[in-house]
């Protein structure tokens, strides 16, 4: 693996833990994966009929090791998908300068850490591009595609390494970066997803 600063992960769990299972495991099969933080985010059960679920992914993402240090948050009220995302990456970003957002039902190649990583060095200063992401809208393949490709659509965010999502602008004031943005790097065959 090149000499990178990695981005950290940011997972988002709720109540599946099979696939939470099979999304970790393939993430610590990755090429640096010891060198990558993990902050995972485990939201409270929507109702009673879904916490026995959420307190079996939460005991599997406490019994998790093998990255470069892992942070858990148990939410104590059900956040929803979205506020749970915006909530997250938002904490996460203050902190670093970029993320790896991801949810409970991706499995990842192998190479996915070093591709995401890789690329957010890359185009650490394309102010045109938004995310990169392991998505590929073309899941069968399509062999005049090359390897990497851009789109000027938004592939969805449990998909993306963004990079400065939010991002200092003039005077020190946090703005949106997707308002600037319109371009996305795909890699083929990065994600397979569960």
Known sequence: ???????????????RPEHTRKTVEALLRN??????????????????????????????????KGFKAIHITE??????????V??????????????IVMEDDLI??????????TALE???NQKNVFSITGYSHFPNGNEKLPESYFLKVFPGIGKT??????????DGKK?????KSDMHLIMKDALITA
């Open 122 to 124: 890359k185009y650490e």
């Open 161 to 170: 390494a963004g990079h400065y999502l939010m991002q200092m602008h003039q």
């Open 31 to 64: 090429c640096g994966a010891e060198q990558t933080e993990i902050y995972i985010f485990c939201d409270a059960a929507k109702n009673d009929n879904a916490r026995e679920k959420v307190d079996a992914v939460r005991d599997y993402v406490r019994s998790i």
């Open 175 to 179: 703005q949106n970066r997707m308002i």
């Open 108 to 117: 990842t190649s192998p190479y996915f850490l070093e591709y995401m990583n």
């Open 75 to 84: 939410r104590e009220e059900n956040y929803g998908l979205a506020k749970s």
């Open 1 to 15: 693996m090149q000499n990178h600063t990695f981005a950290p992960i940011v997972l988002f769990v709720y109540n």
């Open 86 to 99: 915006i909530s997250g990456v938002t904490q996460v970003v203050n902190e670093k300068d970029r993320v």
